[in-house]
């Protein structure tokens, strides 16, 4: 199963990781400006959104333009750099939900055309950032990908994320409100409470009670077509 990055799901890489690029350069298959959404929950240990557009000759953290840092509960440290001046979201201190929005792909920085530079830092250093479009939301299957994953991560050339998970997963990408219920009826799913409590179990979300936290939790999964159906 692949994660996003992007709000409209439909990334393209443009530019691998490898010794000398330590990141993912990302652009929505379309190329228009997309919606940058986070990976995992975590806290924003950074945010500059007062770049106004690409300097070839900036450095150190300047090369990043407009970025985002984000301390994920699972360890590992997420950067999401270049965004469009005055599209940050989010501020230091902020916590985040998995699949909230934080900006906008933009060409501000060290960067030539508009795309999302995207770095995970883990203990061991600079990961390779498939490693996260690739996990499981399931902390048993973590370490684990499946052949179509596997597939993305051994290809060189430009690739284009997609799952092909429909028959398991509820999707309700288009919705763009932050009701649970309400986008659940958009897609034409039973949005009782009782129905919801067996979706938040579903999808590990304990003790359900409709509180906002686990309401905006599995509001995410299902944006990001990753709401385990029942």
């Known amino acids: 199963m692949v994660a996003h990055v992007l709000e409209?799901?439909?990334e393209v890489i443009t530019n691998n990781y490898d010794a000398e690029h330590k990141a993912l350069d990302i652009v929505?298959?379309?190329?228009?400006?997309?919606n940058i959404i986070a990976?995992?929950?975590g806290i924003v240990t950074t945010a500059v959104n007062n770049v106004k557009g690409p300097n070839h000759k900036s450095k150190g953290l300047d090369?990043?333009?407009n970025?985002?840092?984000?301390?994920q509960d699972n360890g590992k440290t997420a950067l999401y750099a270049h965004m469009k001046y005055g599209s940050v979201t989010v501020n230091k201190g902020d916590y985040i939900e998995k699949g909230a929005v934080i900006g906008t792909i933009g060409e501000t920085g060290n960067a030539y055309g508009k795309h999302l530079h995207l770095e995970i830092h883990s203990k061991n250093g600079k990961e390779?950032?498939?490693?996260?479009l690739n996990e499981k939301n399931t902390p048993s299957s973590a370490n684990n990908t499946t052949q179509n994953d596997k597939q993305i991560?051994?290809?060189t050339n430009p690739t284009t994320l997609k799952s092909n998970t429909s028959n398991t997963f509820l999707s309700a990408k288009n919705y763009k409100h932050g009701s649970i219920v309400d986008a659940l009826k958009s897609i034409n799913i039973d949005s009782s409470y009782n129905y919801r409590k067996k979706l938040a179990k579903q999808n590990g979300i304990e003790n359900?009670?409709?509180s906002y936290s686990q309401n905006i939790k599995m509001l995410n999964l299902l944006k990001n077509g990753n709401l385990k159906k029942v």
């Open 8 to 10: 409209s799901m439909n």
């Open 28 to 34: 929505a298959s379309d190329k228009k400006d997309t």
């Open 39 to 41: 990976l995992e929950n």
């Open 63 to 65: 090369t990043y333009g």
């Open 67 to 71: 970025y985002v840092k984000i301390k």
């Open 128 to 132: 390779n950032p498939i490693i996260s």
């Open 153 to 155: 991560s051994q290809n």
């Open 208 to 210: 359900y009670r409709g």
